[in-house]
């Protein structure tokens, strides 16, 4: 944290390739921090001049008077290896290296930044890049950057942080936050990422008392352990992080082999590992700005609700569809309360929106009137306010300000969003009396759903820990649909009752001891999906049936995969009245092994109505999981059904989370499915078992 600090907010920095031309990427940072006052000292290294830009210079990093907190390194990628080895040797703790032509190059610059990384741990140093733009500090003046971008203008300080891995979109996320006239204290970049990331970033930000709000930019996570580690502390300091997160391509086809695999998208995984901690992912730059900045607000309700008061009906519908669309609701004005507004305005529409109609233009107390029936007697957390461009009429504006601020200031705690057209000094004028102005209700409609967001991750108390389940050895390669449930079931996971059989005998006395009918599946680790070779009968009625079934399959298996083991034929009690679920394990690249639950047949393999957390958690995230897909209803109890046992497949879920998490690396994948979640009390059965072993571990 010391060295983060020093990068930051540094007293003295080294300009290492210090240049006179301020249009040069070595002269840049010296300009910008001249020209805003840097307090600290700026010590300019360049062997060729006595002076860069009035500064006097160095010859060398060893002819430096003092040791700087922070270099910054810009030469060509020739000589930057040599300059760390020089800054190690001086003992300087951290530096930001815009030199590129390293790992983003190919193998020869991955090694030559992998030995650069070598020296900075070594001496103890902290590395920012290579190949990327640096960093500002807004608060210090500290400008550690050559980007262009502060030729249109310099940040003004505020509490929003941006951490961006890509240069030229984190200074891009800045130049636009500076056009809107949003505060910001620090953007940082983070380039290749040979040693700080952008996770380190945000856990910086989760500690600085300048920095309120983070919003970040990811093209992919290259350390989960920082970065989960720094979103929560983010968490734990009640800190919104919003983050702009690229790239939604689908596991490659190599992860295919499980059918969890091939829905849990990298993009969906990412989406259930930001939501676990409360991370809002902006889908554009446009929302990541609306909801950083309305998050400066810091009022994050918990039970978020909308309130809508509008002069125009339609806007009211538009404003409606937006909520619905994103989850944000709206409730109806109680009975009583709009009763009270009819009176008022008889031809007003006060259900929700409640639209006072242009009549209110005529009476602005008729706006203050309204807007706190629908604080106090709506009691809604949120409230939206359409105007369009009467709001911001030189006859009206300020009027409508005094109306609404009063309700405003009686009422801290709720958030004021106005949708209006008015010219910039009015929408200031509004926006420093607590308001926070967007011109599309639609933008503030997706802004205000955040802020309940990050309020119910804020409000949320600690999770169960995951249950107590004994580590299990996994055999070296994929095992068989029977071997695969015998080590489930020693982490208490259920299958149906079932026997492996090696002759048609033993099978026919396996189903007549389990009653009929009953499944009959080939038995084999080589054929995973067996249905695929038609290696599945079901419903099989009588002893005729098993024994023609047990030829059967045995044929079908010879000729689908001649050179598959066959171990014999699984015979299981065929289960009925129960709800078909499907439970999963794929291991992700980047956050490891990640469970998936959904209900069987169209849901998961259509509509992929699944849900996904990072393994291992308890049963009470596991039943969460369970009632968050669309299809839940199916189990509990909707058109007249029995409701399924929840309880009952929230531990299969959980145990099977433990279980994925201590099987370690060789674990590629699970799949239970069919899992028939029986009526309530009756419990939840595996019928069918695929632990898929690592090839590379094998």
Same mark, same amino acid.
């Given at each position: 944290?010391? &060295?983060?600090?020093?990068?930051?907010?540094?007293?003295?920095?080294?300009?290492?390739?210090?240049?006179?031309?301020?249009?040069?990427?070595?002269?840049?940072?010296?300009?910008?921090?001249?020209?805003?006052?840097?307090?600290?000292?700026?010590?300019? *290294?360049?062997?060729?001049? /006595?002076?860069?830009?009035?500064?006097?210079?160095?010859?060398?990093?060893? $002819?430096?008077?003092?040791?700087?907190?922070?270099?910054?390194?810009?030469? /060509?990628?020739? !000589?930057?290896?040599?300059?760390?080895?020089?800054?190690?040797?001086?003992?300087?703790?951290?530096?930001?290296?815009?030199?590129?032509?390293?790992?983003?190059?190919? $193998?020869?610059?991955?090694?030559?930044? @992998?030995?650069?990384?070598?020296?900075?741990?070594?001496?103890?140093?902290?590395?920012?890049?290579?190949?990327?733009?640096?960093?500002?500090?807004?608060?210090?003046?500290?400008?550690?950057?050559?980007?262009?971008?502060?030729?249109?203008?310099?940040?003004?300080?505020?509490?929003?942080?941006?951490?961006?891995?890509?240069?030229?979109?984190?200074?891009?996320?800045?130049?636009?936050?500076?056009?809107?006239?949003?505060?910001?204290?620090?953007?940082?970049?983070?380039?290749?990422?040979?040693?700080?990331?952008?996770?380190?970033?945000?856990?910086?930000? %989760?500690?600085? /008392?300048?920095?309120?709000?983070?919003?970040?930019?990811?093209?992919?996570?290259?350390?989960?352990?920082?970065?989960?580690?720094?979103?929560?502390?983010?968490?734990?300091?009640?800190?919104?992080?919003?983050?702009?997160?690229?790239?939604?391509?689908?596991?490659?086809?190599?992860?295919?082999?499980?059918?969890?695999?091939?829905?849990? #998208?990298?993009?969906?995984?990412?989406?259930?590992?930001?939501?676990?901690?409360?991370?809002?992912?902006?889908?554009?730059?446009?929302?990541?700005?609306?909801?950083?900045?309305?998050?400066?607000?810091?009022?994050?309700?918990?039970?978020?609700?909308?309130?809508?008061?509008?002069?125009?009906?339609?806007?009211?519908?538009?404003?409606?569809?937006?909520? +619905?669309?994103?989850?944000?609701?709206?409730?109806?004005?109680?009975? &009583?309360?709009?009763?009270?507004?009819?009176?008022?305005?008889?031809?007003?529409?006060?259900?929700?929106?409640?639209?006072?109609?242009?009549?209110?233009?005529?009476?602005?107390?008729?706006?203050?009137?309204?807007?706190?029936?629908?604080? +106090?007697?709506?009691?809604?957390?949120?409230?939206?306010?359409?105007?369009?461009?009467?709001?911001? %009429?030189?006859?009206?504006?300020?009027?409508?300000?005094?109306?609404?601020?009063?309700?405003?200031?009686?009422?801290?705690?709720?958030?004021?969003?106005?949708?209006?057209?008015?010219?910039?000094?009015?929408?200031?004028?509004?926006?420093?009396?607590?308001?926070?102005?967007?011109?599309?209700?639609?933008?503030?409609? &997706? @802004?205000?759903?955040?802020?309940?967001?990050?309020?119910?991750?804020?409000?949320?108390?600690?999770?169960?820990?995951?249950?107590?389940?004994?580590?299990?050895?996994?055999?070296?390669?994929?095992?068989?649909?029977?071997?695969?449930?015998?080590?489930?079931?020693?982490?208490?996971?259920?299958?149906?009752?079932?026997?492996?059989?090696?002759?048609?005998?033993?099978?026919?006395?396996?189903?007549?001891?389990?009653?009929?009918?009953?499944?009959?599946?080939?038995?084999?680790?080589?054929?995973?999906?067996?249905?695929?070779? #038609?290696?599945?009968?079901?419903? !099989?009625?009588?002893?005729?049936?098993?024994?023609?079934?047990?030829?059967?399959?045995?044929?079908?298996?010879?000729?689908?995969?001649?050179?598959?083991?066959?171990?014999?034929?699984?015979?299981?009690?065929?289960?009925?009245?129960?709800?078909?679920?499907?439970?999963? *394990?794929?291991?992700?690249?980047?956050?490891?092994?990640?469970?998936?639950?959904?209900? #069987?047949?169209?849901? !998961?393999? !259509?509509?992929?109505?699944?849900?996904?957390?990072?393994?291992?958690?308890?049963?009470?995230?596991?039943?969460?999981?369970?009632?968050?897909?669309?299809?839940?209803?199916?189990?509990?109890?909707?058109?007249?059904?029995?409701?399924?046992?929840?309880?009952?497949?929230?531990?299969?879920?959980?145990?099977?989370?433990?279980?994925?998490?201590?099987?370690?690396?060789?674990?590629?994948?699970?799949?239970?499915?069919?899992?028939?979640?029986?009526?309530?009390?009756? #419990?939840?059965?595996? @019928?069918?078992?695929?632990?898929?072993?690592?090839?590379?571990?094998?």
């Amino acid at each position: 944290m010391e &060295a983060l600090s020093a990068l930051l907010a540094p007293a003295s920095v080294a300009v290492i390739g210090a240049s006179g031309d301020a249009a040069r990427i070595g002269g840049r940072p010296i300009a910008a921090m001249l020209a805003r006052g840097f307090q600290g000292r700026i010590l300019p *290294v360049n062997p060729n001049r /006595p002076t860069v830009q009035g500064l006097p210079a160095f010859a060398s990093i060893a $002819d430096l008077p003092e040791v700087p907190d922070v270099a910054i390194i810009a030469v /060509p990628a020739n !000589v930057a290896e040599v300059t760390m080895t020089e800054l190690a040797e001086r003992g300087v703790k951290a530096a930001i290296m815009f030199s590129a032509g390293f790992a983003e190059m190919g $193998d020869a610059g991955a090694a030559a930044e @992998a030995r650069m990384l070598e020296t900075a741990r070594r001496s103890g140093m902290r590395l920012l890049g290579p190949n990327c733009l640096g960093l500002f500090n807004a608060r210090t003046n500290f400008f550690g950057t050559f980007t262009s971008s502060l030729e249109r203008g310099y940040p003004t300080p505020g509490p929003i942080g941006i951490a961006s891995q890509s240069g030229a979109y984190g200074m891009h996320l800045f130049g636009m936050a500076r056009e809107h006239g949003i505060g910001i204290s620090c953007c940082v970049t983070t380039g290749n990422e040979a040693d700080l990331n952008v996770g380190d970033m945000i856990g910086w930000m %989760a500690q600085d /008392p300048g920095t309120e709000v983070i919003a970040a930019y990811s093209e992919g996570i290259r350390d989960s352990r920082s970065f989960l580690a720094a979103l929560e502390l983010a968490r734990r300091n009640r800190k919104p992080v919003v983050m702009m997160k690229v790239g939604r391509s689908a596991v490659g086809s190599a992860a295919a082999r499980s059918h969890t695999a091939s829905i849990a #998208g990298d993009d969906a995984v990412t989406d259930a590992v930001l939501a676990e901690f409360g991370v809002v992912r902006a889908r554009t730059t446009e929302e990541l700005l609306d909801i950083a900045r309305l998050a400066t607000k810091r009022i994050y309700p918990v039970g978020n609700t909308l309130g809508v008061l509008t002069i125009s009906g339609g806007a009211g519908v538009l404003t409606s569809d937006a909520a +619905e669309a994103v989850g944000l609701p709206m409730p109806a004005m109680p009975e &009583a309360a709009q009763a009270e507004l009819r009176a008022v305005l008889p031809f007003c529409a006060p259900q929700n929106p409640v639209d006072c109609t242009a009549q209110a233009l005529n009476d602005l107390s008729l706006v203050g009137r309204f807007a706190t029936a629908l604080v +106090e007697q709506g009691g809604y957390s949120s409230i939206l306010a359409f105007f369009t461009h009467t709001g911001g %009429a030189a006859s009206v504006a300020p009027r409508l300000r005094q109306e609404l601020g009063a309700v405003r200031a009686a009422h801290p705690d709720r958030l004021f969003v106005l949708s209006i057209l008015a010219n910039p000094d009015q929408i200031r004028t509004f926006e420093e009396e607590g308001f926070a102005v967007f011109e599309d209700p639609s933008r503030g409609v &997706a @802004a205000l759903h955040a802020m309940g967001r990050f309020g119910e991750a804020f409000a949320a108390p600690a999770p169960a820990a995951p249950p107590e389940v004994p580590a299990v050895a996994l055999p070296e390669r994929t095992p068989s649909e029977a071997e695969a449930k015998r080590l489930l079931a020693q982490a208490g996971i259920e299958a149906a009752p079932e026997c492996a059989c090696a002759t048609a005998e033993e099978a026919v006395a396996a189903a007549q001891g389990f009653g009929f009918p009953v499944v009959m599946k080939i038995l084999s680790p080589d054929i995973l999906h067996k249905s695929e070779i #038609g290696g599945v009968l079901l419903n !099989v009625a009588d002893a005729q049936g098993v024994r023609e079934g047990f030829a059967l399959l045995k044929q079908r298996a010879a000729e689908a995969a001649p050179q598959a083991r066959i171990e014999g034929v699984l015979v299981a009690k065929q289960l009925s009245g129960g709800v078909e679920c499907i439970l999963g *394990v794929h291991r992700d690249p980047v956050f490891g092994p990640v469970a998936m639950f959904g209900l #069987g047949g169209i849901f !998961v393999e !259509v509509l992929k109505d699944v849900a996904f957390r990072r393994c291992p958690f308890g049963e009470d995230v596991a039943e969460t999981m369970i009632r968050s897909i669309r299809g839940a209803p199916l189990l509990l109890g909707a058109r007249g059904r029995p409701p399924a046992d929840i309880k009952a497949l929230a531990r299969m879920l959980s145990r099977l989370s433990v279980f994925a998490h201590q099987a370690g690396p060789s674990l590629a994948g699970i799949d239970l499915n069919p899992v028939f979640a029986m009526p309530e009390g009756q #419990g939840a059965f595996a @019928a069918d078992a695929v632990i898929d072993i690592a090839e590379d571990d094998a």
